[in-house]
């Protein structure tokens, strides 16, 4: 009878040392092609209509080599937009990229979390969706497209709001203050440098990591559908083609159950 319990106990302490472990990272690019990824091209660059007219998917959204590493280039010529085709909620993501040479506009992508619906339903080109601001000087400000809303602790300035851990927490749509926040500290490295963003969502709470610093938090995200606000926690992923070129060294997801304290 003791050794039947010292088993049962045994079997109760490997469950519990398994359940504590890591989930390990979901890479989103495979490192060869984007096989895993749908492509979609949208509006015209003001003043570039010739490129979209001369654009395709394959030239937009490319895999390179660079050092005997597989990168994916995104060109910027036109708007668009390369995303998941799997759903995410629940997560850890951290993408790292770096900008080109070539632009068009101006040094302008995102991270677009929590997209749904179809192509072009966002600015004529993207899914609805809640962005991490990628855009040069602006790394991990929060735009919000269409319909979405977010809650988030601000001071407010003059030509907008700050995200700020001690601020007063506002109310943000279209229909509230306004669909951007701007991050709370530069943290980007200079151009031609790789940046890491690192996004945690999980449930309504979205937390953006620019370098190892938080620079942005966001809760009880949502879409304003007649005056009221339906959750919103889930979404596919799309990195914008938006005006320059930039590459992406890893993009990678993995599960998580709360967001860790020191990011918070």
């Not at 015209?44 to 994916?72: C, H, R, W």
């Not at 407010?156 to 700020?164: I, R, T």
């Not at 007063?168 to 440098?193: Q, R, T, W, Y």
Request: hydrophobic share 40%; glycine share 10%; with cysteine.
């Amino acid at each position: 009878m003791k050794k039947y319990y010292l088993f049962i106990l045994t079997v109760f302490f490997l469950a519990a040392q398994s359940c504590q472990v890591e989930k390990p990272w979901q890479p989103l690019f495979n490192g060869e092609n984007l096989e895993n990824w749908d492509t979609y091209l949208g509006t015209p660059l003001d003043g570039f209509e010739d490129l979209a007219q001369a654009a395709t998917t394959e030239k937009v959204f490319s895999v390179v080599e660079e050092n005997g590493e597989k990168l994916i280039r995104i060109s910027g010529e036109v708007n668009g937009s390369l995303a998941t085709r799997d759903t995410f909620a629940n997560y850890h993501l951290q993408l790292v990229f770096k900008w080109g040479e070539d632009v068009y506009t101006r040094r302008n992508s995102g991270l677009l979390y929590h997209s749904f619906g179809d192509f072009g339903e966002a600015l004529g080109t993207w899914m609805v969706n809640i962005e991490c601001q990628l855009m040069h000087d602006r790394l991990g400000d929060t735009y919000l497209m269409n319909n979405t809303y977010c809650e988030t602790a601000v001071k407010e300035l003059e030509d907008g709001f700050l995200y700020a851990k001690d601020g007063e927490v506002k109310k943000f749509s279209e229909d509230h203050n306004g669909k951007g926040i701007k991050k709370g500290v530069d943290a980007e490295n200079p151009l031609g440098e790789w940046n890491t963003v690192d996004l945690y969502c999980v449930g309504r709470a979205a937390v953006h990591v620019v370098n190892g610093q938080t620079v942005m938090v966001n809760t009880n995200t949502g879409i304003v559908e007649g005056g009221a606000i339906v959750p919103l926690s889930s979404g596919k992923i799309q990195l914008q083609s938006e005006g320059a070129e930039m590459f992406v060294k890893s993009i990678q997801v993995k599960p998580i159950k709360e967001i860790p304290a020191e990011v918070l």
